[in-house]
Structure formats: C-alpha cells, structure tokens
C-alpha cells in the first residue's frame, strides 16, 4: 500500500531528527575528547554511530515502500557545554523530544489505519525507552560524583567499558 504524502513528509522528518542526534552526538563527543574525557567520547560516539543507524533503518524503509527521500537540512548541534552532565542532561532532553516525535507519529499512524507504519515505529518506541533509561543513568551517575575529579575519571572508565561492550 501506498503512502500517503503526509506520512512520507513525517518519516522524512524522523530521519532528520535521528541525523541530528548523529550529528549533536558527534559534538558532545567532541567535547569530552577535548577534555581527555576519552571514555565518555568513546561512549557518545558509539551513540552517535547508532543513531546514524536509526536514520538509515528509516531510510531503508521509504525505499522498501518506494517512497522519496527527501533531504532537509540540519541544524548547527549547540557546542558550549559547562560540564559533563550538562552533556547528558541535554541529551536526554533531546532523546525525549523525539520520544514525543515517535509517539505523535504513532498515533497518527494508527488514527488513519495505517498499520504497517505502527507495527514499523514500535522498534523505535522501545529504543527510545532504552536510550532514556541509559541517559538518566549517567545523570544519576554524574550526580552522585559532583566535582570530584577521582570519581569522574572512574566514571569515564565505565563509559569506555560500555561503548566497547556494545561494540560486539
Ligand atoms: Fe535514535
Ligand atoms: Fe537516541
């Protein structure tokens, strides 16, 4: 079935957010590099790597239903952060506006009947869920460290460890 002009716009507009979040990810990491915070810019890379994957699922799925792609432009991530879980907080911030992208397209999806898009956008309503918890943890995280420099090394350890167990 085809679909309609609408939903392609919105599913185009999906993959922008999601190479946005590349991109956004890309300068958080950026920021830690530079800050030889190099566990948690190994972290933020691999998330970043993983929403370019998003964008591409997204991708791959206006082919399959031969819809056009339609490239729009991104937006200039922020790149002044005032501590690392400026950086988190503001990813999760991110992370919950486009929760609320999925979700609204979600319902519309369903209120037209459109049944294989829900069933398409369910994936990202549970990666969505995962990507929030794994924010918030590292808030909490970098809550409890509060300016001492041994925990936050530990902590950055940890992020390192992380990014290379998702690597497999
Ligand atoms: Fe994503
Ligand atoms: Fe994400």
């Given at each position: 079935?085809?679909?309609?002009?609408?939903?392609?716009?919105?599913?185009?507009?999906?993959?922008?957010?999601?190479?946005?979040?590349?991109?956004?990810?890309?300068?958080?990491?950026?920021?830690?590099?530079?800050?030889?915070?190099?566990?948690?810019?190994?972290?933020?890379?691999?998330?970043?790597?993983?929403?370019?994957?998003?964008?591409?699922?997204?991708?791959?799925?206006?082919?399959?239903?031969?819809?056009?792609?339609?490239?729009?432009?991104?937006?200039?991530?922020?790149?002044n952060y005032e501590s690392p879980l400026s950086c988190f907080q503001t990813a999760r911030e991110y992370e919950e506006k486009i929760s609320l992208s999925y979700y609204n397209l979600l319902k519309k999806a369903r209120d037209l009947g459109e049944f294989d898009v829900e069933e398409f956008l369910w994936w990202y309503i549970r990666e969505q869920r995962e990507e929030e918890a794994l924010m918030e943890t590292w808030i909490a995280r970098l809550s409890h460290a509060g300016n001492d420099p041994a925990a936050l090394l530990l902590l950055d350890k940890e992020a390192r460890k992380l990014a290379k167990a998702s690597d497999s």
């Amino acid at each position: 079935m085809q679909l309609s002009k609408d939903l392609i716009q919105n599913l185009n507009e999906q993959l922008n957010r999601e190479l946005y979040a590349q991109y956004f990810y890309l300068v958080i990491a950026s920021y830690f590099f530079e800050k030889d915070l190099d566990g948690f810019g190994e972290f933020f890379l691999k998330q970043s790597q993983e929403e370019g994957e998003h964008a591409m699922r997204l991708f791959h799925y206006l082919m399959e239903k031969g819809a056009p792609f339609h490239p729009l432009p991104l937006e200039i991530p922020p790149k002044n952060y005032e501590s690392p879980l400026s950086c988190f907080q503001t990813a999760r911030e991110y992370e919950e506006k486009i929760s609320l992208s999925y979700y609204n397209l979600l319902k519309k999806a369903r209120d037209l009947g459109e049944f294989d898009v829900e069933e398409f956008l369910w994936w990202y309503i549970r990666e969505q869920r995962e990507e929030e918890a794994l924010m918030e943890t590292w808030i909490a995280r970098l809550s409890h460290a509060g300016n001492d420099p041994a925990a936050l090394l530990l902590l950055d350890k940890e992020a390192r460890k992380l990014a290379k167990a998702s690597d497999s």
